[in-house]
């Protein structure tokens, strides 16, 4: 009986890590997107959809650095949490083979397969964009689907870099 409640604490831990670690990158990913579409924007212009100072330029650009960026710190700060006992490795092997499995193990391989995977979500975008004729957006219309784009982008970037982060057996390596 202890052992299945020992069993729940176990993934409310991981739980309880995930949301943090996505939460503050959401977080952070949207007040840097605001920060970048108020830069770049003057106030009262409509933002085009293409173009050198355009949606999709900040899109593309923003995708991939971001999910570089998001894929390294995820990645990173599961591993010292997994090396402070703060959460729980998962004992999955790649034999499943699921996306998130396919990912690689080294830090910075991973966080470079991110970054493609943030370039290909943000060509889904524009092309729903262009699909929609939304040619012209006024600057706080894209400001709020530019935070939100940031946001969910940093939460399933983060998402995925936890996961494969806490399924790495780097730990098993370093101490042999």
Same mark, same amino acid.
């Given at each position: 009986?202890?052992k299945?409640?020992?069993?729940?604490?176990q993934?409310?831990?991981?739980y309880?890590? %995930?949301?943090?670690?996505?939460?503050v990158? $959401?977080?952070?990913?949207g007040? =840097?997107?605001?920060? !970048?579409? #108020?830069? *770049?924007?003057?106030?009262?212009?409509?933002?085009?959809?293409?173009?050198q100072q355009?949606?999709?330029?900040?899109?593309?650009a923003?995708?991939?650095?971001?999910?570089?960026?998001?894929?390294?710190?995820?990645t990173?700060s599961t591993?010292?949490?997994?090396?402070?006992?703060?959460v729980?490795?998962?004992?999955?092997?790649?034999?499943?083979?699921? %996306?998130?499995?396919?990912?690689?193990?080294? $830090?910075?391989?991973?966080?470079? =397969?991110?970054?493609? !995977?943030? #370039?290909? *979500?943000?060509l889904?975008?524009?092309l729903?964009l262009?699909?929609?004729?939304?040619?012209?957006?006024?600057?706080?219309?894209?400001l709020?689907?530019?935070?939100?784009?940031?946001?969910?982008?940093?939460?399933a970037?983060?998402?995925?870099?936890?996961y494969?982060?806490?399924?790495?057996?780097?730990l098993?390596?370093s101490?042999v």
């Amino acid at each position: 009986m202890y052992k299945k409640a020992n069993n729940r604490m176990q993934f409310s831990l991981n739980y309880r890590f %995930l949301l943090t670690v996505a939460g503050v990158l $959401a977080l952070f990913s949207g007040v =840097i997107s605001v920060a !970048l579409v #108020l830069v *770049i924007w003057p106030s009262g212009v409509y933002v085009p959809l293409w173009g050198q100072q355009s949606i999709a330029t900040h899109l593309v650009a923003y995708s991939a650095v971001f999910g570089f960026v998001l894929g390294w710190v995820a990645t990173k700060s599961t591993r010292r949490a997994l090396q402070h006992s703060r959460v729980l490795p998962l004992h999955w092997h790649l034999k499943s083979q699921t %996306l998130i499995d396919r990912l690689p193990a080294g $830090a910075f391989n991973r966080a470079f =397969i991110l970054s493609l !995977l943030g #370039l290909t *979500i943000s060509l889904i975008m524009l092309l729903i964009l262009n699909v929609q004729q939304l040619h012209l957006l006024p600057r706080t219309d894209y400001l709020v689907l530019s935070t939100v784009y940031a946001m969910l982008l940093a939460v399933a970037i983060t998402t995925m870099s936890v996961y494969r982060a806490l399924g790495d057996s780097f730990l098993h390596h370093s101490k042999v």
